[in-house]
Every structure is written in structure tokens, then in C-alpha cells.
């Protein structure tokens, strides 16, 4: 049984932001923290207030985290970049949205006091003496303080006070994980005051000291226990008065945001349910009969559709029956009244299967084919128009000889830049068909063969029933924005993003077989219209080729399990070399070629060449980030391993950007997921000279002060397969669908005219036996999260 809680954020578009530069403008970013740990960060948008991001993550956290921040910032390329707002949205505040919280919010202005993190550790209790009660507050250690000054640490210390009196600790330099160990004690007075506070300083030497946290403890509560020991998270001054005059005048953020707590039962628990979804796609449609299928395709909702298309399509990717669901889905289509060019056009649930599928398997394909030629594009930069009202006329030549150029040139150039990435394009995707992943093809083929049998008399119809998915839906969005599909670190500038959007154009034209169709739509295309013909002949050889020839390879109709055994991440990362053994501190070079695998994390001086040394994924006891001030560099993350001797070394590997390190921490810790030794703590510095550098330890190998954040992982279309999680998630589905299910199933039978034989206890016909049967396995799998423990309560909110 596992416990897990996934974060769905969409970061969708930004309004009304201040200007931060010269030029009346601003290039915004964000940055998005949980419980103040950046996970992830937006592509910035150059020299606009109304940013447009389109960014969608996923992200599996701790059960107990506490919030979600989004900071959005302003690229500066000189000096620091500027902090122009953020937005805060608790778990509480998650909790009352369980369908997820969709809208536009104000950013408010970033108050020092309030940025706040960390956990302190405290003993409290009441001593008996000879003048009477006193309390005594013990101050041992704090860890992930907040950095408050520019080396990268803070320079913590406490000040303890209860009836007005105050007492401090010691200062201790340097340090985001410090220990004190030291008691402070107060006479108890009759009536005792209420409150104990607990306040978290960073001195400084110049200026006054920071805020850092505080926490209040009840005297009163504290009389009926007598002691109390724990974790207390650091809170904000709430006490403080707040300004609310900037709220709103700093521009708002368009979000779509979801949390899902999810307990995902053993195996064993799911198996009748996922037996039963198996059985009913191997059984096909019948004839006279409503289909399981059927009626979840007419109960889900479209705001859940997609959803329960992934979860359906790797659930079946997992039971080697994606294909036998898809045709079922397909047949299912066909079978209600449609005509030949509107087919697959809507959103039903065969379409956002068909497409989750595309993206779940063929995303390696999408950018071996579009790749090269959106790299093209994005480092040619090169004016593409072909629209007269938005031609953009501009001089030529060389110095002292400028001429203008006409409206025709500029066009015609465009038109031949156009026709020249269009070409490319077609001739990447022409070639594809071998290495088109088998399970792909099968899908396609079976489409094909299905529309043929559905449409004898439209043939024509055949090769746009696949071309509507393959580019209307994969190969088109992808182009448009090649960021969202991992084809490029950033979003595309105006003047790329437009040459982007007339060649998503020119590929949804040639899948669309019909060219002038879209010339009819937009005039200003008939240059382009010889292209687009020849285009659309093209794609209908490849289509041949694609779904001519069937495969009989092992493992084809099922996932494609060889690819993705292979390589997880790979990547060149630089190693910082630090005091201690191992083969990474043996290579004489820094920057190395990493691979991550499912067997071992390997490296070698470039791609391509043979392995200097490799890490068993065994052997790897955490992965974690490293402090700031211990490299001079916020993405550093380090990999404890044991050696082959048994001892424990880490490794300090250095990576480009937050997004980077993120992902390669996601990676590790996903294939390292089940070690049975992983640790609960980890030192977050390094160790120089006779101590760490985050908490002054001078023991090596003594236990971390940090800990360790192995669930905290980045979600990704190319992820493992989790069935329990799948069955789990269709579960919570259908769950809630019991009562539309039987009324659906009523309705259409009603609608076919069957009401003959005996009666149910409804007002319906008798259900048949496979709804009975999923209704016990439903109420089978509620049972089962009844008889769970509870869960354990979080250790940072013991008493505040």
C-alpha cells in the first residue's frame, strides 16, 4: 500500500504585468515552489505584459507538504532578475476544489516576512522546583531555514519568549541546517500566561537582522501533556499588519490546478476489476448489446474525458491489450451515425484515446521526425509571411545602397522558405514508416481497415481517419508549440512562432488531403497550393506504407518495452571534485557524458564512447540537491551510493538549469524507487576541512540534517508504467458513476426498444451481468480503503 499525493499545474498565461524594463516592457518567467523548493520553471516570454505559457506539469509530493508558490519573474541579462509578484495556494485551500481549481488570480507583492521555510526542533515542558512551576524550552536543531544572505546560507539564532521576558541563543554562522542544544527556562506565573514564542532570526552585522520563522506553543496544552518533543514547522508574523494595496495592480496568472490523494492498494486488491475491463475488450462489440465501453464514453464528463483516456490506454499498454481496446474503440465510433468528413473530429473517448496513445508511445518518434527541422527553424530565425495584411515590408542591400523591398518579394521569399521547411518535413515523415513504433502501425492499420469496411464507397476516407490523428493532433500541435513536446528548452520568439504556425497550417492542409479546402478558407494560400497537392500525395504513399504491412515482432502489439529499457536520461553534467574515493573523483575530466539506465548510472568522456565507470542502481542510496553556497551553483545535485567495499560516497553533479536538475532527480529517483536501503536523511552541503558545511558536524559519517525527498518527483508522458496506480485512478472514476451508469444503460435500452422479459427491482430492465459484476468489484475496492489504518499524522504539525 502506498500513499501519494499528485499536483496538476497549468500555468496558462499571465495579464496586466508591471513593466520592469527600459522599453516599457517586461520578459516574465515562472518559477513554481512547493513548500519553497523550486520544482520547475516556465520558459520566459521576451518584452510583453500579457505572457502567454501554456505549461502543463505533474508532480508527486510528500503527503504532507503544506503549499504551492508561483513566482513570476522578469529576466534580467545584467543584474539579478526582478521578483514582480507571486501567488500562494495552500493545501487547504486545494482541499475545498476537489475537481480542481481553474481561473485567473491576483499576484501580490513578496513580503520578506512572510517568505518563510524550515522546521525547528523543540522540547518543551514544565519542571516542578521549590519556588514553584517553571517551563523549560529546549532549542536543539532547525533545518532548510530560509538563505537570507548573498553567500548562500543564513546566520541563525532564537529568541525564546513567554510573559515578557526574552531570551536569545547563540548565533551560529553560516548555516541553513544549524544545532544549538540549548534550554531556556522561565518562572511559570499563576494564572499562566498562554503562549510560548519561538522566533528564528538571521543576524546581521550592517543592516537589521532578518525574519526567518516563528513558532507559538499553548502553555495551556502543554499543562495536560507535560512535555512535548517534535518537529514544529516555521510560520509566518502573522501578527504583522498586511498591505493589500499592491494585490491586483501587479497583474494576475491564469491557472488550472489539481491535487489527487491518492492510496494505492496491493495488486492483488485491483486484479477483478482489471480482469473484468480485460475481459470486455477481448470480448469486442456484440451486436443488440450496450457495450461497458459505450457507457463510459457516455457517463464521462469532457472535462475528465482526457484523463480517463490515459488512464485506460496504460492500463491496456500494461495488459498487452492496447490494441484490442483501441479497434474496440474504433468499431464502437463507427458504429453511430457519422459522416466521412467529420469523423474522429470530436472529442469523444476514441478520439483522446487514440491521442493520449500517440503521445504515451510515439513521443521518441515525434522528435526523431519533427526534430531537425524545428531546430532548423528556431536558429534560421528567417521572416516567413504569406498573409498581405500582415506583411511587414523591410529594407535590403548592403550599407548606402538600401532598397525596400516590395510586398510580392517579401511574400515570395516567404513562400519558398515556407515550401523548403514543408519539403524537409514531408521527407522526414516519408522515411518514418520503418521506424514508426509497431504498436503505432498495428493501431493505424486496424483504423484503416475499420473506416475501409465502414465507408466501402470512400476510400479517400481511409488514409484522413489517420492523418486527423498522426497530424491534426500530433504531428500539428507539436509544431505550433514545440515546448510543450520537449522539442525545445524555450518557447519561440514572434517572428519563429509564426513561421511555427503557417507550417502547423501547411501540415494540417496536407493531412487534410484536400487543399483546397484551406485555399477556399484563406486566400493568401494558393501560392502555396502546387506544395500542398504534392504534399498531400506523399502523405498518402506514406499512409500506404505505414499501414501496408503487418508485423509480427515480438512485443509489438504491446508497449515498447526494448526503447524504453534502454535509456531513461542521459546527458552531459559536471562533476565537482570533492575528498573521498570512487570512479567519478578517478576521471580527470569534469564535464562527462551521463546515461541513466534501468540497471546502472553510467559515464563516459563523450556519446558514443566506451563507459569510464558506472553506479548500480542498487547501490544508490538517495538523490538529493546540494546547498547553494557549497558549489556557487543552485543546481547541484548530489548521488549517495555504496561503493564496491561497502563504503558510502556521494557524487557532485552540476546541471544547466532548475528544470534540468529536477528531471534528472525524477529520473533517479523513480528506477531507485524500491531500494530496500534508501535514506531518510542526507547532508545537503559538503564536507570540507574537518566538518560539513550545512550543519557544522565534524563527523563524516555521521547522520544527514536534511531530509531526504525520494516521493518528490517530476510526472512524464515516457514514465514508467504504474498499473496499481491506473486501476486506482479508473476506480475513483467509476466509483462515481455508478448511479449515471445504470441510468445510461437503461436509457439506451429504452431507446432500442428493449423492454421485453422480467423487470429489476428499478424501474429499468434487469442490469446485465457485466455492470453487476463491475458494481461488486467497486464495492469490493471501497471496502478495502475502509479497512485501512489511518494515516500517520504529519510530524510538523504537532502543536503551533
Request: net charge negative; with cysteine.
Amino acid at each position: 500500500m502506498a500513499r501519494r499525493s499528485v499536483l496538476s499545474i497549468r500555468i496558462v498565461e499571465g495579464r496586466n504585468l508591471p513593466a520592469k524594463d527600459i522599453t516599457g516592457s517586461s520578459d516574465p518567467y515562472c518559477i513554481v515552489k512547493i513548500d519553497n523548493e523550486a520544482i520547475v520553471r516556465t520558459a520566459t516570454v521576451w518584452k510583453t505584459l500579457s505572457p502567454f505559457w501554456g505549461e502543463e506539469y505533474e508532480v508527486q509530493l510528500h503527503p504532507t507538504f503544506h503549499s504551492i508558490s508561483i513566482y513570476v519573474m522578469d529576466e534580467d541579462a545584467l543584474s539579478r532578475d526582478d521578483v514582480i509578484g507571486k501567488v500562494c495556494i495552500t493545501r487547504t485551500m486545494l482541499a475545498e476544489h476537489p475537481k480542481g481549481y481553474s481561473g485567473w488570480v491576483s499576484l501580490s507583492e513578496v513580503d520578506p516576512d512572510e517568505e518563510v521555510q524550515g522546521e525547528i526542533h523543540l522540547c518543551v515542558e514544565l519542571l516542578e522546583g521549590e519556588g514553584g512551576q517553571r517551563l523549560r524550552c529546549t532549542v536543539l536543531e532547525a533545518r532548510d531555514l530560509a538563505k537570507k544572505d548573498r553567500n548562500g546560507a543564513s546566520d541563525p539564532f532564537v529568541c525564546v519568549s513567554y510573559n515578557g521576558k526574552t531570551q536569545e541563543s547563540t548565533v551560529v554562522k553560516k548555516s541553513c541546517y544549524p544545532r544549538w542544544n540549548e534550554a531556556f527556562e522561565f518562572e511559570l506565573p499563576d494564572p499562566p500566561a498562554e503562549k510560548l514564542c519561538v522566533e528564528v532570526w538571521d543576524w546581521d552585522l550592517v543592516s537589521k537582522n532578518d525574519f526567518l520563522g516563528k513558532v507559538v506553543v499553548s502553555v495551556q496544552g502543554l499543562q495536560a501533556a507535560g512535555h512535548q518533543e517534535g518537529w514544529f514547522r516555521l510560520q509566518p508574523d502573522t501578527a504583522k499588519p498586511r498591505e493589500d494595496r499592491r494585490r491586483g495592480s501587479l497583474g494576475s496568472l491564469q491557472l488550472q490546478v489539481r491535487l489527487r490523494d491518492e492510496t494505492v492498494l496491493p495488486s492483488c486488491c485491483y486484479q477483478p476489476l482489471v480482469q473484468l475491463l480485460c475481459q470486455e475488450v477481448k470480448a469486442g462489440h456484440q451486436t443488440g448489446g450496450v457495450h461497458l465501453v459505450t457507457l463510459l464514453d457516455e457517463t464521462t464528463t469532457a472535462e475528465s474525458r482526457q484523463d480517463v483516456a490515459v488512464n485506460l490506454v496504460k492500463l491496456f499498454l500494461g495488459q498487452g491489450l492496447v490494441k484490442e481496446f483501441l479497434d474496440l474503440l474504433f468499431e464502437l465510433e463507427l458504429a453511430k451515425p457519422c459522416e466521412p468528413n467529420t469523423l474522429f473530429r470530436s472529442n469523444s473517448l476514441a478520439s483522446k484515446s487514440m491521442e493520449s496513445f500517440l503521445k504515451v508511445t510515439g513521443m521518441q518518434y515525434l522528435h526523431a521526425v519533427l526534430g531537425p527541422t524545428i531546430s532548423r527553424v528556431f536558429e534560421e530565425k528567417k521572416y516567413v509571411e504569406l498573409d498581405p495584411s500582415k506583411v511587414e515590408i523591410k529594407d535590403v542591400g548592403c550599407s548606402g545602397l538600401h532598397r525596400v523591398q516590395t510586398e510580392s518579394e517579401v511574400m515570395e521569399q516567404g513562400r519558398q522558405l515556407l515550401q523548403s521547411y514543408l519539403g524537409e518535413l514531408l521527407d522526414a515523415i516519408g522515411k518514418s514508416a520503418p521506424t514508426c513504433p509497431p504498436v503505432i502501425r498495428a493501431a493505424f492499420r486496424q483504423l484503416f481497415q475499420r473506416v475501409g469496411e465502414r465507408f466501402p464507397q470512400h476510400q479517400h476516407t481511409q488514409f484522413v481517419a489517420v492523418t486527423s490523428f498522426l497530424c491534426l493532433r500530433f504531428f500539428s500541435p507539436a509544431i505550433m508549440t514545440p515546448k510543450l513536446f520537449h522539442l525545445r528548452d524555450t518557447h519561440a520568439d514572434a517572428r519563429t512562432g509564426r513561421t511555427l504556425l503557417l507550417l502547423a497550417k501547411a501540415v494540417q492542409m496536407v493531412g487534410n488531403m484536400e487543399p483546397a479546402a484551406g485555399r477556399a478558407k484563406e486566400e493568401w494560400l494558393a501560392p502555396l497550393q502546387p506544395a500542398l497537392q504534392h504534399g498531400a500525395s506523399r502523405m498518402r504513399a506514406f499512409i500506404t506504407r505505414l499501414v501496408g504491412t503487418e508485423e509480427e515482432e515480438e512485443g509489438g502489439e504491446g508497449w515498447p518495452c526494448a526503447p524504453r529499457a534502454a535509456v531513461v536520461k542521459e546527458g552531459l553534467l559536471f562533476v565537482h571534485k570533492t575528498r573521498g574515493k570512487g570512479p567519478l573523483l578517478a576521471s580527470a575530466s569534469k564535464k562527462l557524458h551521463f546515461c541513466l539506465t534501468g540497471e546502472a548510472l553510467s559515464f563516459a568522456k563523450s556519446p558514443g564512447v566506451e563507459r569510464c565507470g558506472s553506479i548500480a542502481l542498487a547501490n544508490i542510496r538517495a538523490a538529493e540537491r546540494v546547498e547553494e553556497k557549497s558549489f556557487g551553483s543552485c543546481h547541484v545535485m548530489q548521488v549517495v551510493y555504496v561503493d564496491e567495499a561497502g563504503q558510502q560516497e556521494t557524487a557532485y553533479l552540476q546541471c544547466k538549469c532548475v528544470n534540468e536538475l529536477n528531471q534528472w532527480l525524477s529520473a533517479l529517483r523513480k528506477v531507485c524507487g524500491n531500494n530496500p536501503q534508501l535514506l531518510h536523511a542526507y547532508h545537503p552541503g559538503v564536507f570540507r576541512g574537518d566538518k560539513w558545511s550545512c550543519c557544522h558536524q565534524k563527523d563524516r559519517t555521521g547522520p544527514g540534517c536534511g531530509q531526504t525527498r525520494h516521493s518528490i518527483t517530476l510526472q512524464d508522458w515516457s514514465d514508467p508504467l504504474q498499473p496499481d496506480v491506473e486501476a486506482q485512478r479508473l476506480f475513483q472514476h467509476l466509483h462515481g458513476l455508478q448511479e449515471p451508469l445504470r441510468e445510461k444503460y437503461w436509457q439506451l435500452m429504452e431507446a432500442g426498444g428493449a423492454h421485453d422479459g422480467p423487470r429489476g427491482c428499478g424501474e429499468g430492465p434487469p442490469l446485465p451481468l457485466v455492470l453487476q459484476r463491475l458494481f461488486e468489484a467497486l464495492q469490493d475496492l471501497e471496502r478495502c480503503h475502509r479497512q485501512l489504518p489511518p494515516a500517520a499524522p504529519a510530524p510538523l504539525e504537532l502543536q503551533t
